[in-house]
């Protein structure tokens, strides 16, 4: 089963306009932590923001929140203001169990985003 | 820092031959982890170390796979033989361990690209 499921493949979004890359999760585990990747076309992974299953606030860098909705599992990225450079693919990943004890990071399929001029 | 530094960035070789990806993590960084991507089965996670121990190989899809860390600055991830379905970017990430209630993510290296003709 799926543990990180992106249901979207691709989106579209016109400059300057706002944006939501969908992502569920799947855990029984009660501690866990979830990321979001930026993949440009260069290829390298760029991190963008976590959520924590016990942070009380939904976490926002800069032009980057996520819509951390706990009782549907869902942990959707919102990017504001989108620009021409934010066009690349974005990886919904978790983490399960306590960050000390290894946790290894499972990633989604992914979101390929173009933002239009 | 350098941040993770992988090499070769980009390896041809023929089917039958011995593949060796090399890995050097962040300074201080915990633990390490070698993810191959492809189109059709995404980010998969191979294996990774914590303290230079393998934690979790269970990724490895076959015995022709193999990776080691002999120090906390090094590790590598052998293919022997290589096939065509080996082809792939592999990546190398790395991340620290700060305590409790502090996230930390990982830091993903340039990846190399394998192709197996």
């Known amino acids: 089963a799926q543990k990180i499921t992106q249901t979207q493949p691709g989106m579209f979004v016109q400059e300057k306009e706002a944006v939501t890359l969908d992502c569920t999760y799947d855990t029984s585990d009660p501690s866990y932590g979830l990321f979001w990747y930026k993949q440009p076309s260069s290829g390298e992974m760029i991190f963008l923001i976590y959520?924590?299953?016990?942070?009380?606030q939904n976490a926002t860098e800069g032009r980057y929140s996520l819509n951390f909705q706990k009782a549907r599992k869902s942990a959707n990225l919102v990017i504001s203001a989108s620009q021409l450079g934010d066009s690349a693919m974005y990886f919904c990943?978790?983490?399960?169990?306590?960050?000390?004890?290894?946790?290894?990071?499972?990633f989604g399929q992914g979101t390929e985003l173009s933002v239009k001029p | 820092d350098a941040g993770v530094i992988q090499s070769p960035r980009h390896e041809v070789t023929e089917m039958g031959q011995e593949v060796t990806l090399r890995c050097k993590p962040i300074s201080g960084h915990d633990y390490l982890f070698w993810y191959r991507q492809t189109m059709m089965r995404g980010l998969e996670l191979l294996i990774y170390f914590n303290n230079n121990v393998p934690i979790d190989d269970s990724g490895m899809p076959e015995d022709r796979f193999s990776a080691k860390m002999p120090n906390a600055s090094f590790s590598t991830l052998k293919i022997q033989p290589s096939e065509p379905r080996d082809s792939a970017v592999y990546f190398c990430?790395?991340?620290?361990?700060?305590?409790?209630?502090?996230?930390?993510?990982?830091?993903f290296g340039q990846g190399t690209r394998l192709t197996v003709v």
């Open positions: 990943a978790m983490r399960e169990g306590n960050y000390n004890q290894g946790g290894k990071l499972i």
């Open positions: 959520q924590g299953s016990y942070d009380q």
């Open positions: 990430a790395s991340r620290p361990f700060r305590g409790p209630g502090m996230n930390t993510e990982a830091f």
